[in-house]
């Protein structure tokens, strides 16, 4: 990897856009540090403390810690990736978004100009409930109309210039732009966490030796079932148009492993947060009746907690990827251009054969996703000191996956600029 930016850096043209992505990095991690006015940053601290398994939690880790901070950005690009879930899954329920979809770059645009104007309407929707819930919270300083406009405006306006720096760097850029934004706020809570284990077990290196082994592995794991796919042969039929001679090749169907990413683990971490975050917004400091039993089952100390988050991953990961990977479809664009798996007939029997062999990866997909998040779980179970770091293995899934997509965009950047063609 490193031997690639090496080579990267020595290209003028990525040289450039090596910089600019940085640039952009960084003055998204300086707006992190800017205040939102009439917001007491000591109490939002304490949610993020009190209730790390609640969406402030999830919150305050994408950003960077930018919600603990009381900043512009405390809500950081949640809306947009909000915002590009429903927007994906309605294309399939509503025939005009699926239209445009199969209408090249001119739809694409159009689809992504949707999920911007969804982006800003979630953002204040979710602004304004932020607001309601910090109030109940004794969070906000001098609670008034003004107040709210003015909180909610500016973590709307935090989210949306949020997104227009993402956008900017998938342009200009190296990388998805939104994933290097999360990238960047988790790698920024790493020496937070790292303080942590170090406070509290500085004087035993013995465990200090555990954690980094067991850190090191689960990286090397998480890259090998990353990188992992199953390669369906595909033959295209030889066929003749004039007096030339066109098909006969071999080539594959690759279906990743872990095709669904870590939208799964992100669906199911939402869902398992939802019903704590309210308890503590309603009722912060209850000690018996319904919030807080509330609070205690849907704690990551319960160990009902750690088998209903395994099940939704599952669940998740085989919806997902159903939405994302149609093998009808591919079927019949493999039938269309003369193509078929040998041994298999063409149509209804290659799309059969090809859901088949997606359910068989899929299950394994979401074993590796749900073992990966639940193993720091399961590790705060048996040594509370280490509740801190509960979502050690879904940030190490999104740092290492998102550093190893960067790593092949640059390099398929590299081969572009390398390849001599056929004058040369």
Known sequence: MFQVLR????????????????????????????PVPWLDATVLKQLVESSSNSIFGIMNTFSGGAFENATIFAMSITPYINSSIIIQLLTVAIPA???????????????????????????????????????????????????????????????????????????????????????????????????QVWNNYHDNWIIILIILA??????????????????????????????????????????????????????????????????????????????????????????????IYFILIIAFTYFYTSITFNPIEVSNNMKKNGGFIPGIRPGRPTSDFIARVLSKITLVGAFFLAIVAIIPIMLAMINPGLAGVSLGGTSLLIVVGFALETVKQLESQMLMRHYKGFLE
Do not use: C, D
């Open 7 to 34: 080579n990267a850096w020595r290209i003028p043209e990525l040289r450039k856009k090596m910089l600019y992505t940085l640039l952009l990095l960084v003055v998204f991690r300086l707006g992190s540090f800017i």
């Open 97 to 195: 978004l699926e239209r445009l979809s199969k209408e090249g770059e001119e739809g694409r645009k159009k689809i992504q100009n949707i999920v911007r104007y969804v982006t800003i309407v979630l953002a204040f929707l979710q602004a304004a409930g932020l607001y309601i819930g910090l109030n109940n919270s004794h969070a906000v300083t001098n609670p008034s109309f003004l107040t709210f406009i003015t909180i909610t405006f500016s973590f709307t306006a935090g989210t949306a210039f949020l997104m227009w720096l993402g956008e900017e760097i998938t342009e200009k850029g190296i990388g998805n732009g939104i994933s290097l934004i999360i990238f960047a706020g988790i790698v920024a809570r790493i020496p937070r966490m790292a303080g």
């Open 214 to 307: 067991f850190a090191v592995a689960l990286i090397g794991f998480i890259v090998l079932f990353n990188n992992a796919e199953r390669r369906i042969p595909v033959q295209y039929a030889k066929r003749v148009v004039g007096r030339k001679m066109y098909g006969g090749q071999s080539t594959f169907i690759p279906i990743k492993l872990a095709m669904a990413g870590v939208m799964p683990i992100i669906f199911a971490m939402s869902i398992m947060a939802f019903p704590g975050t309210i308890s503590a917004l309603v009722n912060p400091n209850a000690t018996s009746g319904i919030a807080a039993w509330i609070s205690g089952f849907f704690s990551q100390s319960n160990p009902w907690y750690a088998i």
